[in-house]
């Protein structure tokens, strides 16, 4: 017979010492003493009743405790947690996992001789576990991917820097070719670009979609259907977010002069030249072939695109030629830190191959 939890064991404990106290109680009323007599008596009720006490929870939660406390996690074939997907116990009402976690407190009655777990989401194949013993072990379902059939195409790039860090925009059509709908993570839209100039990489980190109010935190596609996003690419470093932070408070003092043919200056001379000299030193971009490498989470699954393209010497020249306006705060795109969500005077557009 398996004990059923601590309180049993404590309890099966509780009446094996008890019955040691009896037999020690009954040793003690043969005595002569009547002080041994007196302990005897009542040290036999006393150990009487702690094991009544004793027998009736042990009972009780090996056989008649009511509630059953069912938990485990919900993980893929590579053992990665399936964050929000459902899960229930014998066809019962659902509950997302947790971070692929899940727990379930039911009525013990109802599956005397065990349960099933059954597991779900979008892109895998229906999972289940069945459980026949140790009923409240944590218990595991696994979720197998279902073979997606996705391609990503890249379009309508443009290139630029904001003080010389690379800074991309571009569009991106994902067609889901699957039977199932599937559902990608804005935030797991990935690019970086490189050339084999100098061996030069540039991680350009997440991808930060446009036109939507608010953004949304995923997105979803219909089977043998297409989605769109636009946005841009542009990772700040420590230096970058201290120069916006005090480029900002400068011209946030000065707005733009409402004639477009005078230049007004929007920040000091001193900032001004610290702005160009960073620039300079952190410029990335060269003359040359290109390759934009981009990577979109479908189904916790890289579809990966790489689109191929060139900057002239004139691209270059021209991307540098805003360096000299940065003291009118031309390229530095007022209040928004340089512009994370809009487009640079200095743009350009290119052809990719």
């Keep these: 017979m398996v004990v059923k939890g601590p309180i049993a064991l404590a309890a099966l404990l509780i009446l094996v010492f008890f019955v040691i106290t009896i037999i020690i109680v009954q040793k003690l009323a043969r005595s002569t003493s ?174 930060h979609i446009v036109g939507t109010n608010p953004v949304q935190t995923k997105y979803y596609i219909d089977s043998n259907s297409t989605l769109q996003v636009t946005g841009f690419f542009f990772r700040p470093n420590p230096g970058f977010d201290g120069l916006a932070y005090r480029v900002d408070k400068e011209i946030a003092t000065h707005p733009w002069n409402n004639d477009l043919s005078v230049k007004t200056d929007r920040i000091s001379t001193e900032l001004a030249t610290e702005l160009r000299q960073y620039a300079e030193g952190e410029f990335f971009w060269a003359s040359g072939n290109w390759k934009l490498s981009v990577c979109i989470s479908i189904e916790r699954r890289n579809i990966c695109n790489a689109t191929l393209f060139s900057l002239t010497d004139l691209n270059i020249i021209h991307m540098l030629d805003i360096l000299s306006d940065y003291q009118t705060g031309v390229g530095l795109i007022p209040g928004i830190q340089f512009g994370p969500l809009g487009n640079p005077i200095d743009l350009i557009a290119i052809d990719a191959q």
């Excluded at 001789?113 to 999972?127: K, P, Q, V």
């Design 34 to 207: 009547q002080l041994a007599q007196s302990v005897s008596r009542y040290g036999f009720v006393a150990a009487s009743l702690v094991s009544i006490v004793a027998i009736g929870a042990y009972v009780y939660v090996q056989f008649l405790a009511q509630d059953l406390r069912i938990s485990g996690v919900v993980i893929d074939e590579n053992g990665k947690p399936v964050d929000f997907a459902d899960v229930s116990i014998d066809g019962g009402p659902t509950q997302p996992a947790d971070d692929g976690k899940f727990a379930f407190l039911v009525e013990r009655k109802w599956f005397p001789h065990g349960y099933t777990i059954r597991a779900s989401d979008i892109g895998y194949e229906d999972g289940s576990t069945e459980v026949i013993s140790n009923l409240e072990a944590p218990q595991k379902v696994v979720l197998r991917h279902l073979p997606i059939s996705a391609q990503v195409e890249t379009s309508d790039i443009r290139v630029s820097h904001l003080v010389g860090l690379p800074w991309i925009s571009a569009s991106f059509t994902i067609n889901n070719n699957s039977d199932f709908i599937v559902h990608i993570d804005p935030k797991l839209i990935i690019g970086h670009v490189s050339t084999s100039i100098g061996g030069k990489y540039f991680f350009l980190g997440a991808f």
